[in-house]
Protein backbone atom coordinates (compact mmCIF):
# COMPACT_ATOMS: atom_id res chain seq x y z
CA UNK A 1 0.00 0.00 0.00
CA UNK A 2 1.27 3.82 -1.15
CA UNK A 3 1.58 5.79 1.59
CA UNK A 4 0.20 9.53 1.32
CA UNK A 5 0.99 12.17 4.21
CA UNK A 6 -0.72 15.38 4.82
CA UNK A 7 1.13 16.59 8.18
CA UNK A 8 4.76 15.97 8.66
CA UNK A 9 7.13 16.74 10.94
CA UNK A 10 10.98 16.91 10.58
CA UNK A 11 13.44 17.96 12.95
CA UNK A 12 16.67 19.15 12.30
CA UNK A 13 14.72 20.68 9.31
CA UNK A 14 17.40 24.06 8.70
CA UNK A 15 20.14 22.45 6.84
CA UNK A 16 21.54 19.39 5.26
CA UNK A 17 19.12 15.99 5.01
CA UNK A 18 16.43 17.84 7.08
CA UNK A 19 15.98 20.98 4.88
CA UNK A 20 16.21 18.49 1.48
CA UNK A 21 13.34 16.09 3.50
CA UNK A 22 11.31 19.59 3.92
CA UNK A 23 12.15 20.67 0.64
CA UNK A 24 11.10 17.43 -1.07
CA UNK A 25 7.76 16.83 0.38
CA UNK A 26 6.72 20.65 0.23
CA UNK A 27 3.64 20.76 -1.98
CA UNK A 28 0.16 21.81 -1.98
CA UNK A 29 -1.76 19.90 0.72
CA UNK A 30 1.07 19.37 2.89
CA UNK A 31 1.41 20.65 6.61
CA UNK A 32 4.81 20.80 7.45
CA UNK A 33 6.12 21.28 11.30
CA UNK A 34 9.72 22.07 10.86
CA UNK A 35 11.64 21.63 14.09
CA UNK A 36 15.77 22.99 14.61
CA UNK A 37 17.71 24.97 16.43
CA UNK A 38 19.21 28.11 13.64
CA UNK A 39 16.38 30.05 13.47
CA UNK A 40 17.25 32.05 10.61
CA UNK A 41 18.23 28.84 8.35
CA UNK A 42 14.82 27.25 9.76
CA UNK A 43 13.01 30.38 8.50
CA UNK A 44 14.57 30.65 4.88
CA UNK A 45 14.02 26.50 4.11
CA UNK A 46 10.27 27.58 5.53
CA UNK A 47 9.88 30.18 2.66
CA UNK A 48 10.99 28.01 0.05
CA UNK A 49 8.40 25.50 1.60
CA UNK A 50 5.99 28.18 1.17
CA UNK A 51 6.76 28.88 -2.32
CA UNK A 52 6.52 25.49 -3.55
CA UNK A 53 2.78 25.76 -1.65
CA UNK A 54 3.05 24.11 1.28
CA UNK A 55 1.43 24.87 4.75
CA UNK A 56 4.77 25.47 7.54
CA UNK A 57 5.20 25.73 11.39
CA UNK A 58 7.88 25.87 12.73
CA UNK A 59 9.24 25.62 16.42
CA UNK A 60 13.20 26.76 17.01
CA UNK A 61 13.82 24.52 19.29
CA UNK A 62 16.90 22.31 20.56
CA UNK A 63 15.96 18.54 20.52
CA UNK A 64 17.70 17.82 24.14
CA UNK A 65 14.59 20.24 25.31
CA UNK A 66 12.72 17.26 25.80
CA UNK A 67 9.81 19.25 27.64
CA UNK A 68 9.15 22.13 25.07
CA UNK A 69 9.70 19.53 22.68
CA UNK A 70 6.80 17.71 24.20
CA UNK A 71 4.31 20.59 24.83
CA UNK A 72 5.07 21.96 21.24
CA UNK A 73 3.97 18.35 19.47
CA UNK A 74 1.35 17.83 21.74
CA UNK A 75 -0.52 21.18 20.72
CA UNK A 76 0.53 21.28 17.18
CA UNK A 77 -1.12 17.47 17.09
CA UNK A 78 -3.92 19.15 18.49
CA UNK A 79 -4.76 21.50 15.68
CA UNK A 80 -2.88 19.33 12.84
CA UNK A 81 -2.59 15.54 13.56
CA UNK A 82 0.63 14.05 12.74
CA UNK A 83 0.82 11.68 10.01
CA UNK A 84 4.64 11.03 9.56
CA UNK A 85 7.43 11.86 11.92
CA UNK A 86 10.78 11.81 10.57
CA UNK A 87 13.12 12.13 13.37
CA UNK A 88 16.48 13.56 11.76
CA UNK A 89 18.25 15.76 14.44
CA UNK A 90 21.56 14.68 14.88
CA UNK A 91 25.21 15.56 15.15
CA UNK A 92 28.72 13.70 14.78
CA UNK A 93 31.92 13.59 16.97
CA UNK A 94 35.39 12.20 15.08
CA UNK A 95 38.71 11.77 15.97
CA UNK A 96 41.08 13.61 14.30
CA UNK A 97 44.82 15.16 14.54
CA UNK A 98 45.91 12.32 16.85
CA UNK A 99 42.99 12.04 19.71
CA UNK A 100 42.77 8.87 20.71
CA UNK A 101 39.57 9.50 22.92
CA UNK A 102 36.43 11.59 22.91
CA UNK A 103 35.86 13.50 25.76
CA UNK A 104 33.21 13.13 27.85
CA UNK A 105 31.29 16.26 27.50
CA UNK A 106 31.45 15.42 23.32
CA UNK A 107 30.31 11.78 24.28
CA UNK A 108 27.55 13.17 26.10
CA UNK A 109 26.00 15.76 23.20
CA UNK A 110 26.01 13.00 20.47
CA UNK A 111 24.04 10.85 23.13
CA UNK A 112 21.95 13.99 24.14
CA UNK A 113 20.83 14.96 20.82
CA UNK A 114 21.00 11.55 18.56
CA UNK A 115 19.77 9.10 21.17
CA UNK A 116 17.51 10.68 23.72
CA UNK A 117 16.42 13.65 21.73
CA UNK A 118 15.22 11.48 18.84
CA UNK A 119 13.31 9.47 21.70
CA UNK A 120 11.62 12.39 23.17
CA UNK A 121 10.78 13.71 19.54
CA UNK A 122 8.64 10.07 18.76
CA UNK A 123 6.81 9.14 22.28
CA UNK A 124 4.59 12.08 22.15
CA UNK A 125 3.82 11.79 18.87
CA UNK A 126 2.84 7.98 18.74
CA UNK A 127 0.84 8.20 22.07
CA UNK A 128 -1.17 10.83 19.75
CA UNK A 129 -0.96 7.82 17.14
CA UNK A 130 -1.94 5.05 18.53
CA UNK A 131 -5.19 7.07 19.86
CA UNK A 132 -5.58 7.06 15.92
CA UNK A 133 -4.71 3.83 14.68
CA UNK A 134 -2.27 5.43 12.19
CA UNK A 135 0.56 7.24 11.72
CA UNK A 136 4.11 6.20 10.85
CA UNK A 137 7.63 6.63 12.14
CA UNK A 138 10.84 7.59 10.47
CA UNK A 139 14.12 7.19 12.60
CA UNK A 140 17.16 8.78 10.72
CA UNK A 141 19.98 6.34 11.61
CA UNK A 142 23.02 5.49 9.44
CA UNK A 143 25.23 2.44 7.73
CA UNK A 144 27.60 3.52 10.39
CA UNK A 145 25.22 1.72 13.23
CA UNK A 146 26.50 -1.85 11.79
CA UNK A 147 29.62 -1.88 13.06
CA UNK A 148 31.98 0.24 15.71
CA UNK A 149 34.24 2.45 14.06
CA UNK A 150 37.67 3.82 15.83
CA UNK A 151 37.07 6.92 14.48
CA UNK A 152 33.81 7.52 15.74
CA UNK A 153 33.15 5.39 18.30
CA UNK A 154 30.17 7.85 20.17
CA UNK A 155 28.54 8.62 16.67
CA UNK A 156 28.42 4.91 15.79
CA UNK A 157 26.99 3.54 19.29
CA UNK A 158 24.64 6.50 19.15
CA UNK A 159 23.28 5.43 15.53
CA UNK A 160 22.99 1.88 16.40
CA UNK A 161 21.07 2.40 19.26
CA UNK A 162 18.51 4.37 17.40
CA UNK A 163 18.80 1.48 14.64
CA UNK A 164 18.18 -1.34 16.73
CA UNK A 165 15.48 0.75 18.78
CA UNK A 166 13.72 1.23 15.97
CA UNK A 167 13.66 -2.50 14.41
CA UNK A 168 11.68 -3.28 17.88
CA UNK A 169 9.77 -0.79 18.03
CA UNK A 170 8.35 -1.73 14.62
CA UNK A 171 7.35 -4.92 15.65
CA UNK A 172 5.54 -3.65 18.90
CA UNK A 173 3.20 -0.93 17.10
CA UNK A 174 2.63 -2.51 13.88
CA UNK A 175 -0.37 -4.21 15.33
CA UNK A 176 -1.47 -0.89 16.67
CA UNK A 177 -1.79 0.67 12.92
CA UNK A 178 1.56 2.36 13.34
CA UNK A 179 4.62 1.86 10.55
CA UNK A 180 8.57 2.45 11.69
CA UNK A 181 11.56 2.94 9.36
CA UNK A 182 14.82 2.90 10.21
CA UNK A 183 16.80 4.92 7.59
CA UNK A 184 20.07 3.80 7.28
CA UNK A 185 22.34 6.32 5.03
CA UNK A 186 25.98 6.41 4.00
CA UNK A 187 27.67 9.58 3.13
CA UNK A 188 25.34 12.52 2.77
CA UNK A 189 26.89 16.00 1.38
CA UNK A 190 26.23 18.51 4.02
CA UNK A 191 28.37 19.97 6.28
CA UNK A 192 28.55 17.14 8.36
CA UNK A 193 29.76 15.17 6.31
CA UNK A 194 32.64 17.34 4.94
CA UNK A 195 33.87 17.81 8.97
CA UNK A 196 34.65 13.95 8.67
CA UNK A 197 38.34 13.29 8.50
CA UNK A 198 38.26 9.92 6.34
CA UNK A 199 37.68 9.33 2.64
CA UNK A 200 33.42 9.47 2.12
CA UNK A 201 32.44 6.73 -0.62
CA UNK A 202 29.33 6.52 -2.77
CA UNK A 203 28.85 10.25 -1.28
CA UNK A 204 25.13 11.68 -2.78
CA UNK A 205 23.06 15.03 -2.09
CA UNK A 206 21.50 15.78 0.25
CA UNK A 207 18.55 16.10 -2.73
CA UNK A 208 19.02 12.62 -3.74
CA UNK A 209 18.75 11.35 -0.46
CA UNK A 210 15.60 13.16 0.30
CA UNK A 211 14.21 11.48 -2.39
CA UNK A 212 15.34 8.09 -1.92
CA UNK A 213 13.75 8.39 1.47
CA UNK A 214 10.47 9.73 0.60
CA UNK A 215 9.98 7.60 -2.05
CA UNK A 216 10.94 4.27 0.34
CA UNK A 217 8.94 5.43 3.12
CA UNK A 218 5.68 5.83 0.55
CA UNK A 219 5.88 1.73 1.39
CA UNK A 220 6.50 1.77 5.14
CA UNK A 221 9.59 -0.75 4.59
CA UNK A 222 11.55 -2.20 7.88
CA UNK A 223 14.79 -0.51 6.39
CA UNK A 224 16.47 1.39 4.22
CA UNK A 225 19.68 2.02 3.26
CA UNK A 226 21.59 2.81 0.99
CA UNK A 227 24.28 3.02 -1.42
CA UNK A 228 23.88 -0.60 -1.86
CA UNK A 229 27.53 -0.69 -2.23
CA UNK A 230 28.83 0.98 0.86
CA UNK A 231 25.52 -0.56 2.93
CA UNK A 232 27.21 -4.08 1.41
CA UNK A 233 30.56 -3.20 2.54
CA UNK A 234 29.16 -2.43 6.17
CA UNK A 235 26.97 -5.60 6.66
CA UNK A 236 30.00 -7.34 5.65
CA UNK A 237 32.46 -5.53 8.43
CA UNK A 238 29.34 -6.33 10.94
CA UNK A 239 29.49 -10.33 9.99
CA UNK A 240 33.21 -10.88 10.25
CA UNK A 241 35.40 -11.58 13.33
CA UNK A 242 36.38 -7.98 14.52
CA UNK A 243 39.65 -7.80 13.91
CA UNK A 244 39.19 -8.53 10.41
CA UNK A 245 36.69 -5.88 10.48
CA UNK A 246 39.23 -3.76 12.26
CA UNK A 247 42.00 -4.61 9.94
CA UNK A 248 39.90 -3.97 6.87
CA UNK A 249 38.78 -0.44 8.71
CA UNK A 250 42.40 0.86 8.59
CA UNK A 251 43.65 -0.50 4.89
CA UNK A 252 40.73 1.35 3.76
CA UNK A 253 41.24 4.71 6.23
CA UNK A 254 38.02 4.15 7.90
CA UNK A 255 39.37 3.68 11.37
Known amino acids: MIRHYQTILITGASNGLGAALALAYAEPGVHLALVARNEARLTAIAERCRAKHATVSLACLDVT ?25 GISSTLSGGSTMESWDSVRRVFDTNVYGALATIHPAIELMRQRGRGQIALISSLGAYVGMPISPAYNGSKAAIKVYGEGLRGSLAPQGIGVTVVCPGFIKSAMSDSYPGPRPFLVSAEAAAARIKKGLERNPARIAFPFPLSLAMWFLSIVPPSVSLFLQRLFRFG
Open 65 to 89: NHAALTNWIDEFDRQYPLDLVISNA
